[in-house]
């Protein structure tokens, strides 16, 4: 298994600011993922995080509006920048380990609301 | 890429009663699909997957089935509880490599009524 942490768990922004989320694992991963549940709806995949490459976005998510940074195998940073209301959803970072039986662990989820 | 139809997005159902989610994926080459339950205010669990070289799967109440050439999957869950009541996805991992990106379903909000 895997525990993943992220900071903050919630926060409330002004419109136009820009609020960094920050995911910590407890062993080294390949991969991280980050995405994003609006309200009452799926999750959605923003980005997956590589260390030591740049990020790939998926369509619809672009890097000036979602910077994200890993520099090393156990954390990174998903930034929301020049926020506005729309941008109000719970962020979760994720992770594959591999062993007994593979799956994918979720971070407990930042609940972004902006005002 | 890969996209992930579920269905139905509410299911109501009496305790005890057999309630089934389904999903269709459009990526052939997709061999990995797991299922999550997300309580509210939590972060999703994963309750069961299914890998392409299987037709289906069951742990206790929880059975998944596969149809690969139809790109189907469905969520079985039987003699239900009102704690399996909670919001279901589905998911398929895009591609044959199976990196853990997950591509998730629109969700099934399922309400056991006692």
């Known amino acids: 298994s895997a525990v993943i942490s992220q900071k903050p768990s919630r926060d409330i922004c002004q419109r136009g600011t820009s609020l960094t989320i920050q995911c910590q694992v407890d062993s080294q991963v390949t991969m991280m993922f980050w995405y994003r549940q609006q309200p009452g709806q799926s999750l959605t995949l923003i980005a997956t995080a590589n260390q030591g490459s740049e990020a790939t976005y998926e369509s619809g998510f672009v890097i000036d509006k979602f910077p994200i940074s890993r520099p090393n195998l156990t954390f990174s940073t998903l930034t929301v920048s020049n926020m506005s209301p729309e941008d109000s959803s719970i962020y979760l970072c994720?992770?594959?380990?591999?062993?007994?039986?593979?799956?994918?662990?979720f971070g407990q989820g930042t609940r972004l609301t902006v005002v | 890429g890969e996209n992930v139809e579920q269905h139905p997005s509410t299911l109501s159902v009496q305790e005890g009663d057999s309630a089934v989610i389904k999903c269709t994926y459009s990526d052939s080459a997709s061999n990995y699909f797991p299922w999550y339950k997300q309580e509210l205010g939590k972060r999703p669990q994963l309750i069961i997957d299914i890998r392409s070289n299987v037709g289906e799967k069951k742990d206790q109440r929880i059975a998944v089935t596969l149809n690969k050439t139809a790109k189907h999957f469905s969520l079985h869950i039987t003699e239900t509880q009102p704690e399996d009541s909670a919001v279901y996805f589905c998911?398929?991992?895009?591609?044959?490599?199976?990196?853990?990106?997950?591509?998730f379903g629109q969700g099934t909000t399922l309400q056991v009524k006692p």
């Open positions: 994720s992770v594959q380990v591999r062993g007994a039986r593979t799956e994918a662990f």
């Open positions: 998911a398929a991992s895009p591609g044959s490599s199976n990196t853990g990106k997950l591509i």
